[in-house]
């Protein structure tokens, strides 16, 4: 079975340009979430959906940050304008919301973001 | 409010020997699962083993094993016999079962020597 996808696996850009990252979940799954990770912060959780719907964005730093789930097998993460701060990898992970602890997160490979 | 903390932020271990990670954690929650993730140089969060808090018998996936000490709040990695592609870093996580949110620990950072 493919594992959680993303796309770009890495993105250069210009300070003030828009970025755009995209993530593929696992068929199935029905959470969704969206991970940056930097040295000086770890990993942080930005933002979750739950059946396509927006749960909790109180991770996302500013509004330059939104974040999409136009279906159960596709969201974007954008940012606009970017900035230097903002370069750091992202993570999109999903997991099946059965209630057990079983339901294992699993993760995509990540974007690797780098503002100049 | 749940916190998972991993006090050693670097560790060596001799190729072939075994290694523990700590982790220990804080809920309040009696259901919960915990989890370690390996995450190597080339950047991808791997699952590498779980363990429910009901769980009585210790996790184990090959040569992982969880030590799980619910007492005293702590979930240990145990890897046996490790291997140069061991290296890497590893972090620590919990959820409470039912919950939404996976709490991650900042992280151990392992060096297998030759």
């Known amino acids: 079975d493919a594992g959680v996808i993303q796309s770009p696996r890495h993105e250069v850009t210009e300070m003030g340009q828009e970025v755009t990252l995209r993530c593929k979940p696992i068929s199935g799954h029905d959470y969704l979430f969206w991970y940056r990770q930097t040295m000086m912060r770890g990993l942080e959780l930005l933002i979750y959906?739950?059946?396509?719907?927006?749960?909790?964005d109180s991770g996302m730093p500013e509004d330059r940050f939104s974040a999409k789930m136009p279906n159960a097998s596709f969201s974007t993460l954008k940012i606009q304008p970017s900035e230097p701060r903002d370069s750091a990898v992202y993570f999109c992970?999903?997991?099946?919301?059965?209630?057990?602890?079983?339901?294992?997160?699993?993760f995509g490979p990540g974007t690797r973001l780098t503002v100049l | 409010a749940q916190k998972i903390t991993q006090t050693q932020p670097g560790m060596f271990v001799q190729e072939k020997e075994a290694v523990t990670l700590d982790c220990t954690y804080d809920t309040s929650d009696q259901s919960y699962g915990l989890f370690w993730y390996k995450q190597p140089s080339s950047g991808e969060m791997i699952f590498l083993i779980y363990q429910g808090s009901y769980d009585e018998q210790n996790a184990t996936e090959g040569r992982y094993s969880l030590n799980f000490q619910k007492a005293r709040k702590s979930a240990n990695l145990v890897i046996s016999a490790s291997q140069l592609g061991d290296s890497a870093m590893y972090f620590c996580?919990?959820?409470?079962?039912?919950?939404?949110?996976?709490?991650f620990g900042a992280g151990t950072r392992l060096f297998v020597k030759a």
């Open positions: 992970a999903s997991r099946l919301g059965s209630g057990s602890w079983v339901d294992t997160q699993y």
């Open positions: 996580a919990m959820r409470e079962v039912g919950g939404f949110k996976t709490i």
């Open positions: 959906f739950n059946n396509n719907v927006p749960i909790d």
